[in-house]
Nanobody, 124 residues
Framework: QVQLVESGGGLVQAGGSLTLSCAASGRTLANYAMGWFRQAPGKEREFVAA????????YYADSVKGRFTISRDNAMTTVYLQMRSLKPEDTAVYYCAGTRRSGDYYKSGAYEYWGQGTQVTVSS
């Protein structure tokens, strides 16, 4: 079983950048598909980005495409979400998730493991 811990959230002005980290404990993230989701107040959790590494396939929500990048470190213990050109509508709690199962990675139900979330607030 893997435990996921997010960090890197905070307050940033519109147009700014922020990088979220998702650190795994217990095992490496080799053979895991990893995803990022977010949930704004009063809204449902929504897909942001996902990536598998064998073969390499990356998925992004239309709302973040071209602005966000999901990546993983060479040690395969940390996954990142680089966010730039941030907008107030990006304000949410961001969650990372992981799974070793195949599935529809844009769906939250595809994931077995979840972090506790990190708050991102973008001011206008």
């Amino acid at each position: 079983q893997v435990q996921l811990v997010e960090s890197g959230g905070g307050l940033v002005q519109a147009g700014g950048s922020l990088t979220l980290s998702c650190a795994a404990s217990g095992r490496t993230l080799a053979n895991y598909a990893m995803g990022w989701f977010r949930q704004a107040p009063g809204k449902e959790r929504e897909f942001v980005a996902a990536k598998i590494w064998s073969p390499v396939m990356t998925y992004y929500a239309d709302s973040v495409k071209g602005r966000f990048t999901i990546s993983r470190d060479n040690a395969m213990t940390t996954v990142y979400l680089q966010m730039r050109s941030l907008k107030p509508e990006d304000t949410a709690v961001y969650y990372c998730a992981g799974t070793r199962r195949s599935g529809d990675y844009y769906k939250s139900g595809a994931y077995e493991y979840w972090g506790q979330g990190t708050q991102v607030t973008v001011s206008s």
